[in-house]
């Protein structure tokens, strides 16, 4: 290889590291906006009702698992349940 060919693909590598700091934050504008169109942020009463859910699971497991070792133990974790 010559050297001004060498010289050339450093010479563009350079201009497009120069041109992707310059830009940057058009970049990261247009990523979002894309994101966004594709997969839409949650609701908040999206998100209350994912964690509700959530809770609920984890309250269920815990009582299902220790059902006959620690039934007082499950009679307050289902009262919780109740209360949420």
Same mark, same amino acid.
């Given at each position: 290889?010559?050297?001004?060919?060498?010289?050339?693909?450093?010479?563009?590598?350079?201009?497009?590291?120069?041109?992707?700091?310059?830009?940057?934050?058009?970049?990261?504008?247009?990523?979002?906006?894309?994101?966004? @169109?594709?997969? %839409? /942020? &949650?609701?908040? !009463?999206? +998100?209350?009702?994912?964690?509700?859910?959530?809770?609920?699971?984890?309250?269920?497991?815990?009582?299902?698992?220790?059902? @006959?070792?620690? %039934? /007082? &133990?499950?009679? !307050?974790? +289902?009262?919780?349940?109740?209360?949420?």
């Amino acid at each position: 290889m010559s050297t001004i060919f060498v010289l050339k693909i450093v010479a563009i590598i350079a201009l497009l590291a120069i041109l992707a700091v310059i830009f940057k934050p058009l970049l990261k504008g247009t990523y979002r906006a894309l994101k966004m @169109a594709v997969k %839409p /942020n &949650l609701s908040k !009463e999206q +998100r209350l009702a994912r964690a509700h859910y959530r809770n609920a699971m984890i309250f269920h497991s815990m009582t299902s698992s220790s059902d @006959a070792l620690q %039934p /007082n &133990l499950v009679a !307050e974790l +289902r009262a919780f349940s109740c209360r949420s």
